[in-house]
Structures are given as C-alpha cells and as structure tokens.
C-alpha cells in the first residue's frame, strides 16, 4: 500500500461524551438560513479575490499546512461516514469549501480511521472518531450532514439512518446494489424531508451543463442526438491488499457484514456488496445518457461475462445497448466497460445529425465539439464569438473530395471547437457545493434521490440483462417510486 498513515493514533480511546453543543442549534441553523445564507455568501464572495480563492483551487496536498478558517457560527457540521479511497477524495474537496466543518467520522476498519482523521485534524478539525455510525448518530448532537462513502450495500442503512436522525445526507453512488435498498432511501428522504444527493458529481460539473444543458439542450447545437457512446476500459489489475498489522478481526467484519478480508477490500467484485465494474464505473456515464436524451430507457441489452478474474463473481467486462425514447424518436447508446485494457480510457460521446460530442471528466479525453460539414459554420463561429464554444482549429475547405482509386465519397475531416470552461477545482467540489448551496440556501439538488433512483435502476438493470442473455425492457412505472 502507498498510502502514508499518520505515526500516533489516539482516537478509539479518545471517545466523545454527550454533545457539547446546545440541542437547539440545528433549529437556530434552519431558522437562520437565510442569515446564515449572507454571511456566507459574503464570506465567500470576499475569498474571490483574495489568496483564499487560489489556496481553495489548488490540490490538497498543496496546501495541507494552511491553516484552517476559524471555526464560526454558520459553518455547517458535517460527518464523514467511510473514509476510504473516495471518503479521503470527497474529504480534501470538502476541505476547499468555506463554512464546512468536519466533526466526526466514522470508519471500521482503524487504517482509514487514523488517516481519515489525521488529515482532519492538520487541517484544523477536531473530530471524534467512531467505529460504529449508531453510536456516532446517538452521541453527536449538532450536526447538519452526512457524507456517506462505505461500499454500496451499507449506504441504505447509513443514509436512511443519517435522515432519520435529522441530518442532509450526501451519499455515494450507486445508492445501493438492492433496488429495494434503493427505493427505501427515496422513501425516507421524502419522510424525513431530509435532502439526499446522490454522488453523480458530473451534473454538476459546469463543464457538463454549459456542453449538455446549453449546447445540446438549449442551442440544439447537433440536432437530434441520435447516437449516445460511453466506455470505461481500466487496464488489468491485482487485488487490493491490506497491511497484515491492519487485519480485522474475522468477529467484526461478520459483525459488518463482510465474509473475510478479501472480501472487505475487493467488495465491488462480489455480489453481496456491488454491482460490479457496469454499476462501480458505468453509472457515472449511463447517468449522463438520461441526461442527455432526456428521458429514461425502453430497454436494455447486454453481453457480458467473468471471463478474465476467475475468483470474481462479478462481470469483468460488460456491453450495453440501450434504446431512448425521445420526442424525435429513437435513439440508442452503446455502453461498455473493460477491465483488462486502458484502451481510450474513459469518455462519453453524443452523436447527432450535425455534430458530435466528445467529453470526459478528464477534459485531455474529450472536451469538444466536432461540426458536421453540412452543419451552418456561422451559427458555430456565431456561438464561438459569444464565448460559448472556443474553435480551435481551421476547418477544411468546404468541398468533400472523392477518392479516385476507391471510386467513394471520403467526407471531410470534421471541425473540432472546444468547450469554453476549465474546472479549477476537483472534480466532486461543485456537486459537494450544491449539496451544502442546498441546504444553506435551498437551491435545488442536481441529483436529489429520485434522479439517482433512475440511475440506479438502469444500471442495476444490465447485469440481469447479461444474466437473462435477452433484452430487458423497461416500464415507465419502473423509474417512479
Ligand atoms: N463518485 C465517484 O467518482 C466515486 C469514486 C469511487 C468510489 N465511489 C463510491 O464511494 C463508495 C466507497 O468506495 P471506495 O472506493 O472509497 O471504497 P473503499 O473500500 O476504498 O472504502 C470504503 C470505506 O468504508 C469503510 N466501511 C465499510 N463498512 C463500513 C461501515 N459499516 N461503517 C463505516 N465504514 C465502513 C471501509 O473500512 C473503508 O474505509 C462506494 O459507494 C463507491 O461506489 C464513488
């Protein structure tokens, strides 16, 4: 393992008491948002122009010795619940945030406890440290959020349990391997009138919306979208290991559902706690297939096998093809994911009548728009000239060629025009954005339960399709809860 630990460890015999903040303050919080709203805003308006702003965009680890912001009345307390590979990356965005600060966390497993906890507190949050999240929800009495990153199976139990304690949960996805599991977070959102936010952070990339909400949507920039395509191809790898000194007990792992430790670290691979490789790195991208057609699938095929990890039960490589209903007609969109090759990486690609594009959440795999010859220049040169597209290549003389030798028609080269916006930050910070924007101010979640629930659903949906080896249709009821 590369990962560093830090050398001491106190937390497990440094276990809190009873809160030491009033019972009411969540109450004050909620009848002060608006308050709460502009001091914050003002907050982080002054922070725009000022070194704060730049330490904010720059990597963690970069600045892991600026001092924290002085704790403050309108911070919103937050708790981290799983503080593994993706709990640490949400952390350091979190970190970025003004006005979030961290008060406890919770993880069973002591190696990511004593890093979890250790990079909190170099940053300046004292936070208690837990082992079981029942206990933490009893003991912690002023907090506002949740971060839930524990592996799929748990985050029903981890996120209905936050809502029910009456804290806003920001929950990884897939909201669970169980569409029942599922459906249960939906439901106790609703009940609770508690916000969850499920980790699809690419709808609220800005990125993303200026490419899908105004280009393809507004602008209609490609016509109708006929064509969706989206891989993640991840070269072969081992399995995770772990420090023997860091073995866990084979009483608590059963106590937390886990069968051994292989089992713990590898748990996307087996099917009590996952979905495999379609529903760990598909969903993200399946996500975006909704977003962009507008509407959720008719069916749903798929291939797929364990053909390459003998001692995995879940599917190491998966093709999909989904059909879309839209207003203009069908539409469909291939899905694969590979895990014996990093070919092409990963990308989503929409295809439509007078143009293409080509994105990625890693903007060197894709951040552009490609124009079709017939496609009007001046429309694109028009949008370019408002700042919406950056064209930053010649395009090719207008008339196609034809090749003599092969008597055909060869199109020309299409014209390639970059999106306009950088993300300077990480990746998961404007999604972690809007969820706390949501609950300070109340603007609405980019992907509230329901949304992820669709997700879920088609996504959970292909390994049955491999299963079944035919196609799995799919009802509009399907999609409500
Ligand atoms: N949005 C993204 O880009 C993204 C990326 C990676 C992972 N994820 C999601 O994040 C979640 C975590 O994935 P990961 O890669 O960090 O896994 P991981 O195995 O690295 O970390 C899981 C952590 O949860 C802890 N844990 C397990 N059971 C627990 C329990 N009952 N209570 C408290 N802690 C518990 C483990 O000890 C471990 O530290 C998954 O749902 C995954 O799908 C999302």
């Known amino acids: 393992m590369s990962d560093t630990m830090p050398e001491k460890n106190n937390d497990i015999e440094n276990r809190p008491g009873r809160s030491r903040a009033p019972a009411s303050r969540r109450d004050f919080l909620a009848a002060t948002a608006s308050a709460g709203a502009g001091m914050f805003l003002a907050r982080a308006a002054a922070a725009q122009d000022d070194a704060e702003a730049e330490a904010a965009a720059a990597p963690a680890e970069a600045s892991a010795e600026a001092p924290a912001a002085a704790p403050s009345a309108d911070d919103l307390n937050v708790a981290l619940i799983g503080m593994g590979a993706q709990g640490m990356v949400l952390m350091n965005a979190c970190l970025k945030i003004p006005g979030i600060r961290f008060k406890a966390v919770c993880d069973i497993w002591s190696y990511s406890q004593r890093r979890g906890s250790g990079t909190l507190r ?6 208690n440290v837990y082992e079981d999240f029942r206990e933490l929800l009893d003991t912690e009495q002023d907090l506002d959020a949740a971060i839930v990153a524990t592996p799929d199976f748990m985050h029903a139990e981890h996120a209905i349990g936050c809502m029910r304690a009456g804290l806003h949960v920001y929950c990884e996805k897939e909201m ?69 000194r860091y073995t866990i007990d084979q009483a608590t792992l059963e106590k937390y559902g886990f069968d051994s430790m292989q089992h713990f670290r590898n748990w996307r691979w087996y099917k009590k706690y996952g979905g495999g490789p379609i529903v760990d790195l598909g969903s993200h991208q399946i996500d975006i297939f909704n977003w962009v057609f507008g509407s959720n699938p008719k069916s749903v095929s798929a291939s797929g096998g364990v053909d390459f990890y003998p001692d995995h039960e879940w599917y190491d490589n998966v093709m999909a093809v989904y059909e879309y209903d839209t ?38 795999r894709g951040n552009h728009f490609l ?39 060869v199109s020309k080269p299409l014209g390639a025009w970059d999106l306009p916006i950088e993300l300077n930050k990480p990746v998961h910070q404007p999604h972690l954005e809007n969820f706390f924007d949501a609950i300070r101010m109340g603007t609405p979640l980019n992907c509230p339960a329901e949304v992820g629930y669709e997700t879920a659903v088609e996504v959970l949906r292909v390994n049955d399709a491999v299963e079944l080896a035919c196609k799995v249709e799919f009802k509009p009821e399907d999609f409500v809860v």
Do not use: C
Not at 208 to 216: P, Q
Not at 335 to 347: A, D, I
């Open 122 to 127: 170099k940053f300046g949050h004292e936070v």
């Open 176 to 244: 669970s391997n169980d569409l029942e599991k599922a459906r249960q977070m939906v439901l106790a959102s609703r009940e609770t009138g508690k916000l969850l936010q499920i980790g699809h952070q690419r709808r609220s990339n800005p990125r993303y919306k200026h490419a899908i909400d105004r280009l393809l949507r507004d602008e209609a920039l490609v016509g109708r979208v006929t064509h969706g395509y989206g891989q993640w191809n991840r070269a072969k790898s081992e399995d995770l290991g772990w420090p023997n």
């Open 327 to 364: 207003p203009q007609g069908t539409s469909r969109a291939f899905y694969q994911v590979l895990t014996t090759t990093s070919n092409g990486g990963f990308y989503e690609t929409f295809m439509g009548e007078d143009g293409t594009l080509v994105i990625s959440e890693v903007p060197q």
């Open 371 to 409: 124009r079709e010859a017939h496609a009007d220049q001046e429309r694109w040169s028009q949008l370019a000239k408002n700042g919406d597209l950056v064209k930053y290549e010649e395009e090719p003389a207008a008339a196609d060629k034809t090749d003599v030798l092969l008597d055909v028609r």
